[in-house]
């Protein structure tokens, strides 16, 4: 009989090919951004020869389930992706087996997705796929697949717009990497502490300060984009991915703020909870927010609160 252990990978081994395949349905807007969840988990508690035996099943039942029900390119692709998310899974797993910091976990699991986002792109370039070609193409033929009331409030031409979005596919890449390694990061760690793991969190939000070095870099990208005017310059294409990180960077430092206001008044949290809720719905606030978040991280304001 297979032991209780045995049986909980044996449920995480089921649930990966269930994301696996889900990804050719519907549901992939949110099953993909689960993807590396089981594996996760699995590399945690196993062994490495245990954890290649359970993955690697794993795998061959995915490619024989669409290669009997469907076509053999759909199994590969879904193998290929799968192969695709396991550095940074041994990558973020290796530094729970250790302990590490949770930020540590965060930036190490960011930058290894990310180093195969630029690799494949560059891979792909070389046997002869444009993906930013490819991307242009995509782009034009949704805005034109939009109704002509839509059309009339885009405010830039539908050439210039496409090439702006086009030149933005870093913050894209960057924002991708981001999200999915936050929501592994978040649900793995429920999961491993709750099978007895003991995996470091994030410190409490009100503690989150970033680098003071960061408003100089904030500061001289926004001087540098009155100047900078030519939309072909790699400076123009620096600036247009540069900004929107630190904007929405400071913006988060302004909630970090807002929390250690509440906390150290002993308010209710209605307000920074109120502050998230106005940057989902009105993305102008970020902005704004970003500018209290510099002014957090540029002046000892914590200090004088605290003191007071």
Do not use: C
Not at 41 to 68: H, N
Not at 238 to 256: C, G, K
């Amino acid at each position: 009989m297979l032991g209780k252990g045995s049986v909980r990978m044996l449920g995480w081994s089921i649930a990966t090919i269930i994301l696996l395949l889900s990804v050719i349905t519907p549901l992939s807007i949110i099953t993909f951004f689960l993807l590396m969840i089981p594996v996760v988990v699995q590399f945690v508690k196993l062994d490495t020869k245990r954890f290649l035996m359970y993955y690697g099943a794993s795998l061959a039942i995915v490619y024989i389930l669409t290669s009997v029900f469907l076509v053999g390119w759909a199994g590969v692709l879904l193998v290929s992706m799968s192969l695709f998310f396991l550095p940074p899974v041994i990558q973020m797993g290796n530094l729970y087996k250790k302990r590490s910091p949770a930020r540590t976990v965060l930036t190490v699991g960011t930058v290894t997705l990310l180093a195969e986002l630029l690799l494949s792109l560059v891979v792909s370039y070389l046997f002869g796929f444009n993906l930013i070609d490819k991307m242009k193409q995509f782009m034009t033929e949704s805005i034109n697949s939009l109704p002509d009331q839509l059309k009339g409030m885009v405010a830039l031409d539908q050439d210039v717009l496409v090439q702006l979005m086009s030149q933005m596919l870093p913050l894209y890449m960057i924002g991708f990497s981001l999200i999915v390694v936050v929501i592994t990061h978040w649900l793995s760690r429920k999961v491993l502490n709750r099978a007895g793991e003991s995996i470091p969190a994030f410190k409490p939000m009100r503690e989150w300060m970033l680098p003071r070095s960061f408003v100089w870099y904030y500061m001289i990208a926004l001087f540098m984009e009155f100047f900078v005017k030519d939309a072909n310059s790699i400076l123009f294409t620096l600036l247009i991915n540069l900004l929107p990180l630190l904007t929405a960077a400071f913006a988060i430092q302004a909630l970090a703020f807002l929390f250690f206001v509440v906390h150290t008044n002993r308010w209710n949290k209605v307000l920074p909870i109120g502050g998230i809720v106005l940057l989902l719905i009105f993305p102008p606030a970020y902005f704004i927010f970003s500018m209290l978040g510099v002014f957090d991280v540029a002046f000892p304001i914590r200090e004088r609160m605290t003191r007071k």
